[in-house]
Structures are given as structure tokens and as C-alpha cells.
């Protein structure tokens, strides 16, 4: 692949106060897209909590394109039910791997991202490095739907033969 980049490893933890589509509960799942490609969590049974901690990886060729993760209800006799979207942009994450730092503390915040109307932040997000690889853990505010949050992780991965971000 003439574009690859490199590889991005999300990481769902879980949900928080997802939206009841069933009776009482519902039984979320995640479905993650960016640039042709398609990835699912597996579902949870009987939650608005779920704790799903599935690792998905994606091969990234263009930065400025967003990770779309929609959230989804199963059902057995009828169509899934979608409980609300979010959107990750990567590119504030990719300014730090661009950074060029080694050798840092463990902990150390690189950079700190805010909740704002053009992300789906609910919180503030940081940037952090963690024994020679950053990490950005993020809090999700998802959209088109009453409530819920989601928690999730990304760490960039530099595979043999990509062209990389720096």
C-alpha cells in the first residue's frame, strides 16, 4: 500500500448509561468504520454498562479521515437498533507522535485536548506517555441519542515497511 501510514489500535473499553432499547436494558455493541474499513466489538447481553475492552486496529492512509463508531442494540426478531454515534479525530493525537519525544516519564501529558462543539469529547482528553508509546485515552459523548458515553484508547503502531506519520 503506497499510503499506509501505519496502524491505529483502539481500544473500547466501555460504555457508560447507554440508552435502554429493550425492555428494560439493552445489548450494545460497537461498530467502528474509517476509510472502507469495518470493525466490531462484540455485544454484551443485558447492559447499559457493558465493559467490552476489545482491542480493533486499523490501517490508517489519511489522517484527516475521522474513526466513526456507532453504537448498536441486538435484536433477535428485528433490525438492530442504533443508540447513538461519535466521532474520533485523530490529528491532535498525531501532532504528539509527530513530536519526535523519547525517553519521557511515565505519565507525562503531552498534550491536552478539549471538550468543544467540533468533537465529541465529554471530558478532557490527554495525551500521555507510557513506557516509550503515547496513548490517548478519551471519554465520548455520543450523538442522535438521549444519552450514553464511551470510553476508548488509541496508541499508534509503526509496522515494518509503512511510511509512517514523522
Do not use: H
Amino acid at each position: 500500500m503506497e499510503n499506509f501510514l501505519g496502524l491505529l489500535r483502539l481500544r473500547v473499553r466501555r460504555g457508560i448509561n447507554l440508552a435502554i432499547r429493550d425492555t428494560r436494558s439493552s445489548d450494545p455493541y460497537v461498530v467502528v468504520t474509517m476509510a472502507g474499513q469495518k470493525l466490531k466489538t462484540r455485544m454484551i447481553n443485558d447492559t447499559c454498562n457493558p465493559e467490552w475492552n476489545d482491542e480493533l486496529t486499523l490501517s490508517i492512509t489519511d489522517i484527516n479521515v475521522p474513526i466513526n463508531l456507532a453504537v448498536y442494540d441486538s435484536d433477535t426478531f428485528t433490525a438492530d437498533d442504533k443508540t447513538g454515534e461519535a466521532e474520533i479525530d485523530i490529528r491532535p493525537y498525531v501532532e504528539c507522535l509527530r513530536m519526535g519525544l523519547e525517553n519521557l516519564p511515565t505519565g507525562t501529558v503531552i498534550t491536552r485536548v478539549q471538550p468543544s462543539r467540533t468533537n465529541c469529547l465529554s471530558d478532557e482528553s490527554c495525551c500521555v506517555w507510557d513506557n516509550g508509546r503515547i496513548l490517548q485515552d478519551m471519554f465520548l459523548r455520543l450523538r442522535n441519542v438521549e444519552c450514553g458515553e464511551i470510553e476508548v484508547q488509541i496508541e499508534w503502531i509503526n509496522p515494518p515497511g509503512c511510511k509512517g506519520v514523522f
